[in-house]
């Protein structure tokens, strides 16, 4: 047993480690999940010699790692970019899931001479979207916002149902009539529960007066880690109830709220650290080598077979333009998702469940090398790509508690419509006021002549009554310049698909 100091070194050097693979994959278009994959497996049995081979004890640090990562997706995807794609998004992580089940199944029966229920296993493991993988790429893939929208909640959304299949097809219990009414249930007992704990928990923090900033962060991740073990304990899907109570609180009116995002971000990075280095770490290279032709053949299927069908047949109702449809099929990436779910398939004791993990393990690095460098040029070349755009405005609140008032922080980001405007044409309502502006790293206090400028940093102080419409009144001269109205509203996004 390693001491305890050489344990937290390792830890460390891991880490810090993977912190700069993140500057790395971008250099190289890659995802960084490669690189994490390849630092377990340099650490692991047949490198530097550590002996792990738990599948159990990997299935369930990967479940808890895919909690995390589900949690700062939620957090940190915006309801004005997912809203308009909501039919689309859901069509796909659930009607999507049932066609790649079924075309890969029997593809895999025919090709592979797999029995009907193994089959419908793999087409299972394979037909979920990498969370990770897909928020990690999209950062640095501007396409269009239904687009965007589609994929992300496509991939916070499907594991959950594509969990409920791989048990099922693995436990190896008779399939009845009842079945599909008990997936139906799990799927939205498991919303219900997360919507309730996420509208619940963003009263409570709004309303909380917790001494250290902090703590806010931590308790919005408690109550969508909460989330999950309540949906589960309901026999619902826990999954889903964690991806949308950290939808509902990442749009909701939080206290700091960008102190919440950004901690989202690096719980998540750290989580997706962790659970590629563990899977990499569990992965035996010598049976790779075996699994690299049903790994080619699998793959084929999936990327120009499944995958195109299920978004045609999931796209359908919306009359989606193909060259987006397109676009959908070839983001579709996977990455630890598919991982963890052969790990469930192997623990739950179906069977040939070992080399399915070998296959999946090698598709992931296979899939990953042909679809993630490729997306950029990919969404060029059909046209959904859309020119880059002014950093959005970014405002965060903290509480006043005892005066009964919030403290707004606004920065006023590159190609925003505040710059040129006055002060006294910013027409905040009764209760708000600029009361100090940052610029040049030099505060001063403002006048009704002071005149916005990029990159200022405004501190707004506001009554709690005034608070809504001050943001509101900042965020509509922001997308609209001084002449917006007085009460804001929402700028209608333009370029949609």
């Given amino acids: 047993m390693a001491s305890l100091e050489v344990v937290l070194g390792v830890v460390a050097a891991v880490v810090l480690l993977g912190v700069l693979a993140v500057r790395a994959s971008v250099r190289l278009g890659l995802p960084s999940l490669l690189i994490y994959l390849a630092i377990g497996i340099l650490l692991g049995e047949s490198v530097l010699g550590i002996q792990f081979s738990n599948a159990p004890l990997t299935e369930s640090l990967g479940l808890g790692a895919l909690v995390l990562i589900l949690t700062e997706g939620g957090l940190t995807t915006r309801w004005e970019t997912v ?23 029997v593809a895999l029966h025919l090709l592979l001479d797999l029995g009907w229920r193994e089959a419908f296993l793999w087409g299972a493991v394979l037909s979920s979207t990498d969370a990770a993988a897909v928020f990690s790429v999209l950062r640095g893939v501007r396409v269009r916002p239904r687009l965007a929208g589609a994929l ?3 991939s916070g959304m499907n594991d959950a149902p594509v969990v409920i299949a791989v048990i099922l097809l693995a436990s190896g219990e008779s399939l009845t009539w009842v079945t599909p009414l008990l997936v139906v249930y799990e799927l939205i007992a498991g919303a219900v529960i997360g919507a309730l704990l996420g509208f619940g928990g963003a009263w409570a923090l709004r309303r909380a007066a917790l001494p250290a900033t902090g703590l806010y962060p931590l308790a919005a991740i408690a109550v969508c880690v909460l989330a999950y073990s309540a949906g589960q304990l309901a026999h619902a899907s826990g999954l889903l109830a964690t991806y949308v109570a950290a939808l509902v609180l990442g749009n909701a009116d939080l206290p ?50 499944a995958r195109p069908l299920s978004v045609v047949a999931s796209a359908l109702p919306f009359r989606v333009p193909w060259r987006e449809q397109a676009f959908l099929s070839w983001a579709g990436l996977r990455g630890a ?9 192997l623990v739950e004791g179906a069977p040939s469940a070992q080399a399915l993990v070998d296959v999946v393990f090698m598709l992931v690095v296979v899939l990953t090398v042909v679809q993630g460098p490729t997306l950029p040029w990919m969404a060029q070349r ?38 040129g405007v006055y002060l006294s044409e910013l ?32 501190l707004v102080v506001t009554t709690a009554q005034a608070r809504r419409a001050a943001e509101a009144r900042i965020r509509a001269v922001d997308q609209r310049g001084r002449l917006a109205r007085w009460h804001g509203g929402r700028e209608r996004e333009r370029g949609r698909g």
């Fill in 337 to 345: 998702v598919p991982i963890v779910l052969a790990l469930i398939a």
């Fill in 256 to 305: 700091h709220r960008g102190g919440v995002r950004s901690f989202a971000e690096g719980l998540g990075s750290l989580a997706q650290i962790g659970l590629f280095v563990l899977l990499g770490l569990y992965a035996s290279p010598p049976r790779l080598l075996h699994a690299v032709v049903p790994a080619v053949i699998v793959g084929l299927v999936l990327l120009l077979v």
């Fill in 152 to 154: 992300e909640l496509e």
């Fill in 83 to 105: 809203r308009p794609a909501l039919g689309l998004g859901i069509v796909l992580s659930t009607v999507a899931v049932v066609v790649s089940i079924a075309v890969v199944g």
């Fill in 382 to 419: 059909l046209g959904v790509a859309r020119p880059a755009e002014p950093r959005e405005l970014s405002v965060d609140a903290a509480p006043l508690d005892e005066l009964n008032a919030d403290l707004l922080q606004v920065r006023v980001p590159v190609g925003s419509q505040l710059r």
């Fill in 427 to 458: 027409r905040l309502p009764h209760g708000a006021t600029v009361s100090l502006v940052v610029r040049d790293e030099e505060a001063f206090t403002p006048t009704s002549e002071t005149r916005l400028r990029e990159r200022d940093q405004l």
